[in-house]
């Protein structure tokens, strides 16, 4: 090969390589800006928040307690892609830090103290929810909802909203506990939120999560090529079908073939409506199953066709 078109293609090869790697953080600063340093409050919920760096891709966040010298326990490790993080916080004294970070290098870590104290009063509060998850989607009608109590709550507002946590108000329930079922939930998207409340009199700001109730299969995928008894060359040929459809949750198909002794010799997860394919001789039989995200089902096949 001649030498300049070989040292063309080194320098392009390392010009691309070049683009790839990321620049260095190193010598970079990170400028926290909230919560000040040695910040009390009585509210439990933090809402940390600091510069973008320049060519970063993440921000790893940690909170300690009492300081990152001798850490007794770690309340908070997280890596996230925006510059601002919320947390909720028992009492107590702690150091947070941030570092900003990129897959070639990090910068240093920017640390500050703050402090929850104790008080009788639930205002500027949040309870902290534990079950369901945010977002579930299940296909299950029985619900069992449970956070973590706040100090100083003699009970609690539980409320249930179809959509959103503006949406209109389906249940609203007052409980001394910090659990509750609820039964016989139709399909459809909620939100669910709690509400510390005492004799003060206060309450705490209301937390909410959402979640879909989906207990009901998607409709049944339609089989279109080939058909019932077709004939079809061993050269490559197309399996094609519509899939299914779910009023509330997105889906997926699989695609299934069976030879003739029932041995299943396809078996294809997330096709997307048509398969090109090509098999050896004889009689087979198809199927696509539709699933939503839920984890409902259905089945169409099974439809017989031959390869000759």
Not at 87 to 109: C, I, K, Q, Y
Not at 139 to 164: C, G, K, Q, Y
Not at 265 to 293: I, P
Request: glycine share 6%; net charge negative; proline share 5%.
């Amino acid at each position: 090969m001649n030498k300049l078109i070989l040292l063309a293609l080194l320098a392009s090869t390392l010009a691309s390589c070049t683009d790839v790697i990321e620049e260095d953080l190193d010598g970079f600063g990170l400028v926290l800006l909230t919560p000040p340093a040695g910040h009390t409050s009585t509210g439990n919920q933090v809402d940390f928040r600091w510069e973008a760096v320049p060519n970063a891709t993440r921000y790893h966040i940690q909170v300690c307690t009492p300081d990152f010298t001798a850490p007794i326990s770690y309340a908070l490790d997280s890596v996230v892609t925006e510059v601002y993080f919320s947390g909720l916080f028992d009492p107590g004294t702690f150091t947070w830090r941030v570092r900003a970070e990129n897959d070639n290098s990090h910068t240093d870590w920017y640390t500050r103290t703050f402090s929850i104290t104790s008080s009788q009063t639930l205002t500027g509060q949040v309870p902290q929810l534990l079950l369901p998850a945010d977002d579930l989607i299940t296909n299950m009608s029985v619900i069992t909802f449970t956070w973590d109590t706040l100090p100083f709550t003699v009970d609690h507002r539980f409320e249930l909203r179809a959509n959103s946590s503006t949406g209109t108000l389906l249940q609203a329930l007052i409980t001394p506990e910090n659990t509750i079922t609820l039964n016989n939930l139709a399909d459809g998207e909620y939100a669910w939120g709690v509400q510390a409340q005492n004799d003060v009199p206060s309450s705490s700001d209301f937390a909410y999560r959402s979640f879909i109730v989906d207990a009901t299969a998607p409709s049944v995928p339609i089989q279109l090529v080939p058909s019932s008894g077709a004939i079809v060359d061993q050269a490559p040929f197309t399996f094609l079908w519509q899939s299914g459809q779910d009023a509330l949750t997105s889906t997926h198909d699989s695609l299934i073939v069976r030879n003739a002794a029932q041995q299943i010799v396809r078996a294809l997860g997330n096709a997307s409506g048509t398969y090109a394919d090509s098999l050896g001789l004889g009689t087979y039989t198809w199927y696509v199953k539709t699933v939503d995200q839920a984890g409902n089902s259905s089945l169409a096949g099974p439809l017989t066709f031959s390869v000759q």
